[in-house]
């Protein structure tokens, strides 16, 4: 009897994502980390801080087309945006990861453990929310070393 009820909900789900499709609607998916992001990273900036830290820079991720740090990246992608995370996970966070640019398995699973040690969605795509939560290095604007991580 449970396997025919589990054979007629599974039959129910197709039916209705069959109809949805034909009729042009969408199903409701939970947002994942990036959806809060409309542009993909294109880039690694380095920001200033005139007002709390006048003497140091940090080094982030940035969407090249919308000119923002509001933007998304994930396994597959390769630029500077990707060496500014590689860089920051190695700097605050511990990790070894050679800093090439390509958002390979080492990337996706080092930012997995700091999205679970952060307290958000551990799914290995990174976006605003893990951008916000994760703390960032300063580095000094004289030596270039790292002064800290907040």
Not at 5 to 12: D, G, H, L, Q, T
């Amino acid at each position: 009897m449970i396997k025919i009820r589990r054979v007629r909900i599974r039959s129910f789900v197709a039916t209705g994502a069959l109809l949805a499709g034909l009729t042009g609607s969408a199903l409701a998916a939970a947002p994942s980390a990036t959806a809060a992001a409309d542009y993909p990273c294109g880039r690694g900036v380095t920001l200033y801080n005139n007002v709390t830290n006048p003497t140091s820079y940090k080094y982030m991720p940035w969407a090249t087309v919308a000119n923002t740090g509001n933007c998304w990246m994930d396994r597959g992608m390769s630029n500077s945006g990707v060496t500014a995370l590689q860089k920051n996970l190695n700097s605050c966070y511990g990790y070894r990861l050679a800093t090439d640019g390509i958002f390979g398995p080492a990337t996706e699973s080092a930012l997995i453990s700091v999205q679970k040690r952060v307290g958000v969605a551990a799914d290995g795509d990174y976006g605003p929310n893990t951008a916000n939560a994760m703390v960032w290095a300063n580095y000094s604007l004289e030596t270039g070393q790292r002064i800290n991580c907040n």
